[in-house]
Nanobody, 115 residues
Framework: QVQLVESGGGSVQPGGSLRLSCTASGSIRNTNGMGWYRQAPGKQREFVARFTSKGNPWYRDSVEGRFTISRDEYEPTVHLQMDSLRPEDTAVYYC?????????WGRGIQVTVSS
């Protein structure tokens, strides 16, 4: 089993920044395959950013250049630095880990971008 715990998030005005963190525990060897998804009200959950199985960062087009995914060197933790936030970034953000052909999810954390 893999457990994922998110932190960070909150409310910010358009153009502002927030940082999300996700720490994994359990049967997970490294942060390859970990990343972030989001779900806005009335919409399907969508991919945001992740590390590929080879450890390369990968972003959805609408966040490329504004969001940065990173990870700790010695802890199973990934971060999502979100800059130049827009109202359309408002959503519940979920940490995801794809381990042993299974998706694992955190509980989600709210990000609200509003003036």
């Amino acid at each position: 089993q893999v457990q994922l715990v998110e932190s960070g998030g909150g409310s910010v005005q358009p153009g502002g920044s927030l940082r999300l963190s996700c720490t994994a525990s359990g049967s997970i060897r490294n942060t390859n395959g970990m990343g972030w998804y989001r779900q806005a009200p009335g919409k399907q959950r969508e991919f945001v950013a992740r590390f590929t199985s080879k450890g390369n960062p990968w972003y959805r087009d609408s966040v490329e250049g504004r969001f940065t995914i990173s990870r700790d060197e010695y802890e199973p933790t990934v971060h999502l630095q979100m800059d130049s936030l827009r109202p359309e970034d408002t959503a519940v953000y979920y940490c995801n880990a794809f381990v042993d052909n299974t998706d694992h999810w955190g509980r989600g954390i709210q990000v609200t971008v509003s003036s």
